[in-house]
Each structure stands twice: as C-alpha cells, then as structure tokens.
C-alpha cells in the first residue's frame, strides 16, 4: 500500500483536476519506495496566498509555482524515546511499523504554473504534473543547489513524469 497523499484546492483561479494530482504524487512517492504509513499534503492556493508563505519561508517576494515543506528526516526513532506511547525500551533492532510518517506538504499556485505553461510552451496539465513532481522529490531530500545535483533532480523528474503522467503531461 502506497502512502496517503491528501490534496485540497483552496483557490478558484484556475480549474484544476486535484484527483489527478494526487494520483501522480501517490505513484511517484510509491516508486521512489516510500510506502504506507506515510503521509503528504497537496495545497493549491492563489498568490496572495503562495506570496505570503514565499516571504515567510524563503525571504522572496512574490507568489512562486511550488514550494516543499519537508517535516521529517528520518522516519520514526529508534532506541528509547519517552514519547513514544511504550512501556519500555525499543530495541535498536525493532522497527516502528505502527506510526504515520508525515513526509510534509507540497504547495502549489496553479495561477502562477499557468504563466509558466504559457513561458514553457506546455499545458497546464504538463506544467502542474512536473510540480507536483518537483515537490515530491524535494520531501524526499533532492535538491538542486548544486549543477550536478539540479541535472540528477531533473533527469529523475522526467522519469517519473514519462511513467506516470497523463496523456497531455510530459
């Protein structure tokens, strides 16, 4: 069983298909091997919105296409942990099976990937479906800070978008 991606579209600029947006970050997390219990959110929002969260987490002005927000490094902890729920200690060897991984939230402005569509030469479909991929190898730890690290971000993105998008989609 895959992991549990929740999507909510809390913006009535552009029509968006939000269930096939969920599909594709349910299968791209699924083939980069993150299985159940673990968990994302899928926000799109407006740009007023995408503005406020750009400045406050990036220091940028403006609305932006995407924006991860990675909750947890590592899944679970080993050895004891006093908040874990048990009445003793966990054997380094044990794994916690029973707990949700929250992997973080994915945000979108679908107003701001449609400009980009337009800049891009692509639909809007194929624009949002490389966001959402994006966003879920960044909770996933890929970065593209460095040349070398944004050519592997990339290749892996067209991977996973020539397997698992729609018609339309790239």
Same mark, same amino acid.
């Given at each position: 069983?895959?992991?549990?991606? &929740? $999507?909510?579209?809390?913006?009535?600029?552009?029509?968006?298909?939000?269930?096939?947006?969920?599909?594709?970050?349910?299968?791209?997390?699924?083939?980069? $091997?993150?299985?159940?219990?673990?968990?994302?959110?899928?926000? !799109?929002?407006?740009? =007023?919105?995408?503005?406020?969260?750009?400045?406050? &987490?990036? $220091?940028?002005?403006?609305?932006?296409?995407?924006?991860?927000?990675?909750?947890?490094?590592?899944? $679970?902890?080993? =050895?004891?942990?006093?908040?874990?729920?048990?009445?003793?200690?966990?054997?380094?060897?044990?794994?916690?099976?029973?707990?949700?991984?929250?992997?973080?939230?994915?945000?979108?402005?679908? @107003?701001?990937?449609?400009?980009? @569509?337009?800049?891009?030469?692509?639909?809007?479909?194929?624009?949002?479906? !490389?966001?959402?991929?994006?966003?879920?190898?960044?909770?996933?730890?890929?970065?593209?800070?460095?040349?070398?690290?944004?050519?592997?971000?990339?290749?892996?993105?067209?991977?996973?978008?020539?397997? &698992?998008?729609?018609?339309?989609?790239?």
């Amino acid at each position: 069983m895959g992991a549990d991606v &929740f $999507g909510a579209d809390e913006q009535a600029d552009v029509e968006v298909d939000l269930a096939s947006l969920v599909d594709l970050a349910t299968k791209a997390l699924d083939a980069e $091997g993150v299985r159940a219990p673990a968990e994302v959110s899928l926000l !799109l929002v407006d740009e =007023g919105a995408m503005a406020a969260l750009n400045k406050q &987490f990036m $220091g940028k002005d403006g609305p932006t296409d995407v924006l991860s927000f990675p909750i947890e490094d590592e899944p $679970g902890s080993k =050895g004891r942990n006093p908040d874990s729920g048990t009445t003793g200690p966990i054997s380094q060897d044990d794994e916690i099976t029973d707990l949700e991984i929250l992997l973080g939230d994915i945000v979108i402005c679908p @107003a701001v990937a449609q400009r980009n @569509a337009a800049d891009h030469e692509v639909t809007l479909e194929q624009e949002l479906g !490389l966001l959402v991929v994006h966003g879920v190898l960044h909770l996933l730890g890929w970065d593209h800070v460095v040349d070398a690290e944004a050519e592997r971000m990339e290749a892996r993105e067209q991977v996973l978008l020539a397997r &698992f998008a729609t018609p339309g989609t790239p």
